[in-house]
């Protein structure tokens, strides 16, 4: 048996003229969260619609816990939930009739879907809200209904598609405390964000897409580490210094320095060899040179570099 919950080769979509899709090769391991990355028309919704048997791929293959999802799609569909990014439950109904009706629809007997309901409406805090209309849940209770809905009956496999999107700090905080519910309990969450700090949170592993392809995969530390050993952020005293600090910071760490939207900012990636100490020891020298210019930093950071600056090293473009 394979320890792989996906698996694909060569995964093809196209839609008239758009390859939405273009030969995505993935292996995502059972048992954790896998996150996909990538810009607005990357191509992760088709590639979950693929995975999860809603679109049938034009080339290449796709398994899902080994079974083909075009020639077993039912042995599949037995195994997935999908979540997507607009809540699929009825809104004139309140959070207890939508959970018992779908808990019917999927074969349980009234008693058994009561008890199911109140059991996801407890453990996802939505007790006090069982008996409102939906329609007048806050957004953060809608996508925590919804995932509720999306585990009625355990799924290996939960496809999460931008499950955040639109939800403030607090709810995709509860959002993630969910997921991470979910997983303890066994099933495999592949999660599709642009939301970069939601993968480094939640994912062991990260796919980046870009253009209906991976173009990065590792764990959130080895993506990082891919682009340098560090990223270096400072702040300057004098604004009017900083295009000399930005000459003399991209001399001394031979790399790009990128302009902040703070005037006396200014951020750069050290080019090393992955060794903590080696890029201390750079971004030492480079404080140096701009002390000897007498240029004054008021505030200095040293670390490893962020998910958004992998994104924008990988892709040349920022996250949504």
């Known amino acids: 048996m394979s320890d792989l919950a996906i698996e694909t080769s060569g995964l093809v979509k196209v839609f008239g003229d758009n390859r939405a899709v273009d030969g995505l090769d993935l292996a995502v391991p059972a048992g954790a969260v896998y996150g996909v990355l990538g810009p607005n028309g990357a191509g992760k919704t088709t590639a979950v619609r693929m995975l999860a048997t809603l679109l049938r791929p034009d080339g290449g293959q796709a398994r899902v816990f080994g079974h083909d999802v075009v020639r077993e799609a039912d042995a599949v569909r037995g195994r997935v939930s999908l979540t ?46 069982a008996d409102r209309q939906v329609k007048n849940y806050s957004g953060g209770m809608r996508r925590r209904i919804d995932i509720a809905a999306s585990i009625l009956n355990t799924p290996d496999l939960l496809f999460l598609d931008e499950p955040t999107t639109g939800l403030d700090p607090r709810s995709r905080n509860q959002v993630w405390d969910i997921v991470r519910i979910v997983v ?82 200014l951020t750069a990636r050290i080019i090393g060899n992955g060794r903590d100490e080696a890029a201390a020891e ?21 670390g490893q570099p962020s998910l958004d600056e992998v994104f924008l090293a990988l892709t040349d473009k920022p996250a949504a």
């Open 84 to 129: 997507g990014q607009y809540a699929s439950v009825d809104e004139d109904l309140t959070g207890m009739e939508n959970l018992v009706l779908l808990g019917r629809l999927l074969g349980h007997r009234k008693a058994a879907a009561a008890d199911r309901a109140r059991e996801l409406l407890e453990a996802f805090g939505l007790t006090d809200a």
């Open 184 to 265: 303890a309990h066994g099933t495999t969450v592949l999660l599709t964000t642009q939301y970069l700090e939601e993968a480094d949170r939640l994912a062991s592993r990260i796919a980046v897409i870009d253009h209906g392809k991976v173009i990065a995969e590792g764990t959130p530390g080895q993506l990082k580490s891919s682009i340098g050993a560090g990223s270096v952020h400072v702040r300057l005293r004098d604004p009017h210094r900083r295009p000399e600090a930005e000459r003399l910071l991209a001399e001394a760490l031979g790399a790009p320095v990128y302009i902040d939207a703070d005037p006396v900012a």
């Open 282 to 302: 750079q971004a030492s020298r480079a404080l140096m040179e701009l002390s000897r210019a007498g240029i004054v930093v008021d505030d200095f950071s040293l």
